[in-house]
């Protein structure tokens, strides 16, 4: 079964395009000519080039570097050359913010001022972000760590919580690249060879890119069974995706003490409602926000390896008829403590008593209590370190070209794709999209070249086309523009390191450290020194990028005539 058309509540599998990728793209095409001829470079429509922008992860840095990267292409007159824009992780923050306008490409400028005050003055209270958890929790089958993260991590970065649908955005962006987000199946990312790890979202429909097996966006998070939706879930809003695709901004550690923090400071929120207070005694409510607030800070104290002590005599000193059972645990955990150290199985153990305490207090209470029980069970979550829980649309399905684990799963675990790639190269290296130039902007940190390296290797392996990767033998800094060219069916790779040499005039490990992945917010100083270096790497090589697309455009004619 191949077809590009499907009912909302069904399977797609084949390789082809969707119908409405197909329209979109014959429309665009048309945008694209007519860019093309204004720069001097003439073809026929059916000869236009196939060019995608890709920006990588990297949190807040990508965010902003790939805004002043596209804000650049368009006051260079190239940006309307774009047939695809592509994202992982940070970019997609972005990108959320961008095709929350229709045709954002007309009117970038006042778009991109609106982002960066947003960013530099905004602010989510902490009211509307526990508003936001507990929305989610009470909603969704399969509550996980990506929607704490989005409630009480992204909204605080990107400093908004966008519930608009990704299906909304259908038909509101005919003047500008097609959308395509990225993430991972973390089940499938330990098989080196296995093409089912690579999981892209767009406004039509979601899927495996390699595979060729999709549902629509709408459906995404929803019960399947044999390929027909049995039980709707919400539709994924644009806040839970930033936080499905930007979930790996930082190391496990980092993450933990962020989310633990964030998770203390809605604790300490808690008050009570006055009907609230009616239907519990205040002491108890206090009593479980102390024991709550005590486990937040001894989990805090195993992260950072300080001492328990003064954490565990707040739950000794709460009252013992109430809490008796968490007191006598606390006995045994100060006997087998030693040195002002706590083993992480001893806080596990003693993690699930104050849960089963607090769960036993919420029993039989009504919805007023949600807030509570989201909190309880986020912590759970963190303890076990669950993230992207999805119902697995192919579950129950016989297909033989798919791997058989995802068949049999009926839930799938989705996470930002940085921690395998930290660039969208294998949404474009779809044969149906044929690219032919791709114009990689690598806002990562490290090892600049990582992700083009990584990639030639993984394209090897799984025989796809893709143009060999040889990294000059250059000065400790790398330069501002990289062209690896394609042969046969490969595209071209244009390759710009958002930090150089000629941008930062020998200070990249300056920039590097002033715009470290895992920050909480930018200064409107540094969001506008950021748009700053990124645009130059576009001004600087507005005729390199102009060079490439003309060779490319040839390269098409050439082959074109060729099979005539």
């Known amino acids: 079964m191949d077809k590009s058309r499907i009912s909302e509540s069904e399977v797609r599998i084949g390789h082809s395009l969707n119908e409405a990728e197909k329209k979109h793209l014959a429309k665009r095409r048309e945008t694209v000519l007519q860019c093309l001829k204004q720069l001097g470079i003439f073809c026929s429509e059916d000869e236009v080039p196939n060019i995608a922008v890709l920006g990588s992860g990297g949190g807040l840095r990508a965010m902003v570097g790939l805004l002043g990267s596209l804000s650049q292409l368009k006051e260079d007159g190239l940006l309307d050359c774009i047939m695809y824009l ?63 993260w989005a409630a009480l991590i992204v909204s605080n970065m990107v400093k908004e919580i966008d519930e608009h649908r990704l299906s909304e955005q259908r038909g509101n962006y005919t003047n500008d690249p097609y959308p395509i987000y990225t993430v991972i199946d973390k089940q499938c990312k330990y098989d080196r060879l296995n093409a089912d790890v ?55 550690a980092e993450n933990k003490t962020y989310l633990y923090e964030a998770l203390k400071q809605q604790i300490e929120d808690i008050r009570g409602s006055r009907e609230e207070r009616h239907l519990v005694r205040t002491t108890d409510l206090r009593e479980g926000q102390q024991a709550l607030l005590a486990l937040v800070n001894l989990n805090l104290c195993v992260l950072r390896g300080e ?13 013992k008829d109430e809490c008796d059972g968490i007191v006598r645990l606390t006995f045994d955990l100060q006997k087998t403590t030693s040195e002002g150290k706590i083993s992480e199985t001893e806080l596990k153990n003693y993690t699930q008593r104050v849960y ?25 979550l963190l303890a076990s370190w669950t993230w992207g829980t999805t119902y697995d649309f192919l579950y129950k399905m016989k297909e033989k070209d798919i791997d058989p684990s995802i068949l049999n799963s009926e839930t799938r675990e989705y996470e930002d794709a940085g921690v395998l790639l930290n660039s969208p190269y294998f949404s474009v290296l779809r044969k149906e999209r044929d690219i032919d130039l791709i114009i990689s902007l690598d806002n990562s940190a490290g090892n600049p070249f990582e992700t083009v390296v990584k990639t030639a290797k993984l394209c090897k392996d799984l025989h796809i086309a893709f143009p060999e990767v040889v990294v000059p033998a250059e000065d400790a800094e790398p330069q501002d523009f990289y062209v690896f060219r394609g042969y046969s069916k490969a595209p071209t790779v244009i390759h710009i390191p958002l930090f150089n040499a000629v941008n930062c005039k020998g200070e990249v490990e300056k920039w590097e450290k002033t715009y470290q992945t895992i920050q909480m917010s930018y200064s409107h100083e540094m969001i506008t020194k950021l748009l700053e270096k990124a645009a130059l790497n576009i001004k600087n090589n507005k005729e390199k990028l102009l060079k490439e697309i003309k060779n490319i455009t040839e390269e098409k004619k050439t082959s074109k005539h060729g099979k005539m």
């Open 86 to 148: 592509c994202g992982v992780s940070g970019s997609t923050w972005c990108m959320a913010s961008l095709y929350e306008e229709p045709d954002w490409s007309t009117k970038l400028e006042t778009l991109k001022d609106n982002i960066v005050r947003r960013l530099a003055e905004g602010k989510v209270s902490c009211s509307e972000m526990g508003k936001k958890l507990v929305k989610y929790y009470t909603e969704k089958d399969n509550f996980s760590m990506t929607d704490v």
């Open 198 to 252: 690579w999981f892209e979202i767009t406004p039509e429909e979601s899927g495996y890119s390699l595979s060729g097996v999709f549902v629509d966006s709408s459906c995404l998070g929803s019960h399947f069974e044999n390929g027909k939706e049995i039980k709707k879930q919400p539709e994924t809003d644009m806040l839970f995706l930033r936080g499905l695709c930007g979930s790996a901004i930082a190391d496990m």
């Open 307 to 319: 001492d328990p002590t003064n954490d565990l005599r707040t739950i000794e000193d709460l009252p």
């Open 356 to 380: 089963s305490f607090i769960k036993e207090k919420l029993q039989g209470l009504g919805s007023r209590f949600d807030m509570w029980r989201a909190i309880v069970r986020s912590l759970e």
